[in-house]
């Protein structure tokens, strides 16, 4: 299920589920992914469409028609159109973020992909992020996909999770154990 070790909540589990089961018999799993991929991109982005799927105090009806004003506007398929529609008028739409996860999570699952979180100083170019889905690839076994963000904090390097593993080869972490260790050992810092 969707839910185990993905975080998502048990109610978008469910929802990602159904979502999951009717774009299979519609053969339109890629479609939908693409949509959900597009529509998770549009909530990052915008902080008052956040505020809109998060307000119990805007009502359904309001919901309904913004969110499909947004998902005309992207140019994403009616049965995302439909299913988004459904969402708003249970008035589950503060989920929406774990109903894509789930649905992205599930379609990893079956497909025999791992997702990887890859977090660097600064933006990956295209020979470091195929750099380092090889050797994921290597040490996984099986297809990655790699899901990249930035964080300068980290100064240099980067951080890989996948599954229940990390790797944290960033520059912050290594002087912080150089800190650690010096501090340790009665130096000063």
């Known amino acids: 299920m969707a839910s185990e070790g993905t975080g998502v909540s048990e109610l978008a589990a469910r929802y990602s589920i159904a979502l999951f089961e009717l774009a299979d018999e519609n053969q339109a799993l890629d479609t939908v ?3 959900l991929t597009t529509l998770k991109q549009i909530l990052a982005e ?10 119990p105090v805007i009502s359904r009806a309001d919901q309904g028609k913004a969110m ?3 998902l005309d506007s992207a140019g994403v398929s009616d049965l995302t159109k439909r299913f988004i529609g459904l969402v708003a008028a249970n008035r589950r739409l503060f989920s929406i973020d774990g109903m894509i996860e789930g649905f992205l999570a599930e379609l990893a699952r079956r497909r025999g992909e791992v997702t990887a979180q890859v977090t660097s100083a600064q933006p990956l170019s295209d020979a470091q992020r195929n750099a380092v889905i090889d050797a994921l ?11 990249t963000s ?21 520059v912050r972490t ?16």
Do not use: H, W, Y
């Open 33 to 35: 992914a693409s949509d």
């Open 46 to 55: 915008s902080a008052d469409l956040r505020r809109l799927v998060r307000s």
């Open 68 to 70: 499909a004003a947004v």
């Open 137 to 147: 690839k290597a040490s996984i076994g099986s297809k990655v996909l790699v899901n």
């Open 150 to 170: 930035v964080d300068p904090e980290l100064i240099g390097g980067m951080i890989v999770k996948f599954g229940s593993r990390m790797v944290d080869t960033s």
């Open 174 to 189: 290594k002087l912080n154990k150089l800190q650690l260790a010096m501090k340790a050992s009665g130096g000063s810092v």
